[in-house]
């Protein structure tokens, strides 16, 4: 009960802990996008499709700076939660601005790409979420502004990826295995987000349980 | 005296250094100073005090518990200001403190403000908790700093360089709190500051290269110089500065017919480290 | 700018340089630019000649401007620690700038091992790309160097970047779909992609490649005389420099079109 309190009274302080500007930019971004487009082809409806997914999953590593992190580490409100809690606010803002790109834009697609881009949507988000969640752990209190070029790094990467493992493949006889490993990077960020957003001191305890049974070193609490 | 922070054999490593060295050390209700060089792993320390670190080996019981296992309820009890704190610029001091209040479980909002206002009154920004964080000056940040961690009177309070930057009327006024709330709480106050570890702390603990070198009274540390602080005409000793006076107070080796002086902590501080040789084994 | 100030801009640029270098999106686009060149620059004559002329532009360039902002903006945490130092903001900018031909000087190596890496193994082009069609990635790769160092120095704030490179790829996009206009983008495939599924030597668009390659430096210059104009005491010199650049870009820019 406590921690719905805690959550609905965090929630109402989220416009100033939380950095919105990003996801404000984002959602005219994908506006613009969405009015400019005149789709010819289902192909001209995929790509700004797939701009505003790297768009909002651009915008979205920025909610995790957090200036006071030092200071509100210790608090009994689980990291886990915390993140949580602005991933939360995150997912309020992208999913009805997907579901209106969907909208706009998915009567020009094959039925099938409506999942196959939200799940490339969600495996650039949460891929992306990980990997920011990594930087704050390394101490980095405003992680967005170097996880942002690594998210259009890695989109990049992603787009050259040479054909036995192309991942943003337009040819119809490879979007089944593309969204085969989109799904597993998918699961693969979701275990890596999960991970990275434990309590240090767990995460940690458990990691030094490994390396004491290895390196014979006393265990707290053994 | 019951013991509220145990330390028993603790090592933690950051790759290839390793920042606490089999650190074993016990304090209880009072205060009790944190002193060391830089590097010799008290911020380290504080953090794995307040649960945000784990050991890689050893035990850390606070508060009767195990720092791991139990670690929620002792940040339940805990209050914490790092050496670096941040805030969210767009905050009034109010609000900040309100923000971490809630993150502190308080959910009452009337109890919540009421401890918000007490809070930041000990710490004397009455007049300024509707100003935003980022017109204030360094000093006054760092008392909002000291008024997050003082919230819901934790009965472990750790303190990470609290009076840097604080001026000195502020750093009287600090004393004076630390002084109340170490009363009848465990207070731990990591320093550069021997002033304020002299006028504030029944114990004090000195760490070197991740391990205690000193544990006990601030008299005890005093007296690790006593006959090894003296004054002369010209420089002597390893390590002797000019007084206003015009006169050297030298420490070290004290020749036989040498005008000894009183020592400070800050000559036996210096004489444990082994910046100047002392006849006092470490 | 005194001599014993200038005196500390070589070394300076040497250590940005480095660290221009080691960072993780440079090495991460000369990584991604030898991928899409592996993959595309042996697959026919069309994508041949694109590989080698205009992928470096996006998969080097859009990396090395986050690099170089993000390296440019670094400091900015310890900004009041080094304004009270000798080497003011402006000759660290100075160095910075200087540091973006670090990448470009890299680029311009690897563009050239590619080249011979063609003419050795013998790979069928329609034609072999001209000095100036060679010389549009490494100018992008330079002048995306200049550009970060300038966004960092004007627009500080987080996420600055991204919107610039945003406006950046929708201005190229509207500019290389404008017929007659696709020299004044900063990508430029000339290769005509002709019928699916583009594999086949298609001709050329047609442009003068030479006021191209200038064309391009002016955008370079003019970026770091961006980059510079922010915190001289010398305004005046820059803002003429810029006035030149600005007049450069005009008359390469529509004389590459004629």
Known sequence: MIRLTQAALLARLSGKVIRWQPLMGALLVTGTVLVWTEPLTWKGALWPLRLIAVLLTLASVFVLDDAAANVVAPVPLPLWARTALRLGFALVWIVPVWGVSLLVLGPYLPAVWILWSTVELAGMLVVGLAGTVMLTRRGMREPGVAAAPSVVGGTLLIFVLPGPVAMLTLRPQDWTAAHLRWSLLLMAGLAALTWMSRDPVRRSTLTSQLAGSRNGLRVPGK | ?282 | MTAVGIRVVPPLALNETARLLRHPLTVLGLLLWILRVAEDGWAGPRPGFTALTAEMIIFWGVPAFFAANLVASAARRAEETLSAAPCDRSRRTGALCLAALGPFALSCTAQALMAGLYLITGNELERFPSLAELGMGPLNVLGAGLLGVAVARWLPWPGASVLVMLALIVGTKLLFDQQGKYLLALYVDLAVWGPAPHLDAAGFLPGDMGLHALYLLSLCLGAGALAMLKDTPRRELWLGIGAVIVLCVMITGIGQLT
Not at chain 2, 38 to 58: E, F, H, M, P, Y
Not at chain 2, 124 to 150: C, E, F, H, P
Not at chain 2, 275 to 282: H, I, L, N, R
């Open chain 2, 1 to 282: 005296m019951i013991d509220t922070v145990v330390l028993d054999d603790v090592t933690k490593t950051f790759g290839r250094h390793r920042a606490l060295s089999g650190l074993t050390f016990t304090t209880g209700p009072g205060v009790t100073g944190l002193l060391g060089p830089n590097g010799a792993g008290k911020t380290t320390l504080i953090r794995l005090l307040a649960t945000v670190l784990a050991a890689d080996s050893g035990s850390v019981h606070l508060l009767g518990r195990d720092s791991v296992r139990d670690r929620l309820e002792i940040r339940r009890r805990l209050g914490y200001l790092p050496q670096d704190p941040g805030f969210q610029r767009g905050f009034t001091v109010f609000e900040f403190v309100d923000y971490v209040a809630i993150l502190k479980e308080m959910v009452n909002r009337r109890a919540r403000h009421d401890e918000v206002r007490r809070v930041i009154g000990e710490v004397g920004l009455t007049d300024v908790s509707g100003k935003r964080i980022r017109t204030l000056s360094g000093g006054m940040r760092r008392r909002v700093g000291i008024a997050q961690a003082l919230l819901g009177e934790p009965e472990l309070v750790l303190l990470d360089e609290p009076t840097a930057g604080l001026d000195p009327e502020q750093r009287l006024r600090f004393r004076d709190l630390i002084s109340r709330i170490g009363e009848n709480r465990t207070v731990l106050l990591s320093t550069h500051q021997t002033e304020d570890v002299a006028a504030l702390c029944e114990r004090i603990v000195v760490l070197r290269n991740g391990a205690s070198v000193f544990s006990g009274t601030p008299e005890e540390l005093r007296g690790l110089a006593h006959g090894q602080v003296w004054v002369s005409g010209e420089r002597a000793g390893m390590l002797s500065w000019r007084t206003a006076e015009g006169m050297f107070r030298n420490i070290g080796s004290s020749p036989p017919d040498a005008d000894l002086v009183s020592p400070t902590i800050e000559d036996g501080y210096l004489l444990l480290l082994g910046d100047v040789p002392s006849e006092v084994p470490a």
